[in-house]
Structure formats: C-alpha cells, structure tokens
Nanobody, 118 residues
Framework: QVQLQELGGGLVQAGGSLTLSCTAS????????MAWFRQAPGKEREFVAS????????YYTESVEGRFTISRDNAKKMMYLQMNNLRPEDTAVYYC???????????WGQGTQVTVSS
C-alpha cells in the first residue's frame, strides 16, 4: 500500500507556470504506475497525465499536451507535474494517483488546489 500527498498548488496568472509534487510513503512506490487527475468545480474528475513505474512511458490528455510534463524520481519517492502556459480552464483540484494496471489506479492523495486567474 502507498500513501500519497500532493504539494505545490496555488494561485497563478494565465500564462504562468506551477510545479506540483506528490510525495509517497510505502515500500512499493517504485513498482506502481502513477498519474495526475483533476476535478474542476461542477465537473467530473478527469485524467491529466500518467507515467509508468520506470518512467519510460508517459501519456497526456490532449488539452495539456505540450504544456504539462509528468516525471518521477523513484529514489525520492516523488512524482511531479510541471505545468507551463497555464490557462484559466486548468483551474481544478489536482490529485495524485498510484497503482497497477491502467488509470484510475487504487490509491489517491487528498488533492491540491490550482487556480489560474485570467
């Protein structure tokens, strides 16, 4: 089992950048695939990006392709989401997600708020 905690949310102007981090506890972190999801007010939680357990494969939803970069450091038990050229429609609570198979996985963090002002 793994416990997840997101860090790094906040308020940023449109066009700005923000980096989210996800810290993990548990011995099996490096064996899990991981992902970021987000949920905007009044909307369903949606997939943002995922990364394989070894970091060799990444996937992005079309709306963030080319602007967001997912990465991980298994030695530090950390996952990151570098977000550039942020848009107001990126405003949401961002969740860290980990597990086996395909997303959404079994384990979730509590979320961190990202607000992009126009």
């Amino acid at each position: 089992q793994v416990q997840l905690q997101e860090l790094g949310g906040g308020l940023v102007q449109a066009g700005g950048s923000l980096t989210l981090s996800c810290t993990a506890s548990g011995r099996t972190f490096s064996s899990y695939n991981m992902a970021w999801f987000r949920q905007a007010p009044g909307k369903e939680r949606e997939f943002v990006a995922s990364i394989s357990w070894g970091g060799s494969s990444t996937y992005y939803t079309e709306s963030v392709e080319g602007r967001f970069t997912i990465s991980r450091d298994n030695a530090k038990k950390m996952m990151y989401l570098q977000m550039n050229n942020l848009r107001p429609e990126d405003t949401a609570v961002y969740y860290c997600n980990a597990g086996d198979g395909v997303p959404p996985y079994d384990y979730w963090g509590q979320g961190t708020q990202v607000t992009v002002s126009s």
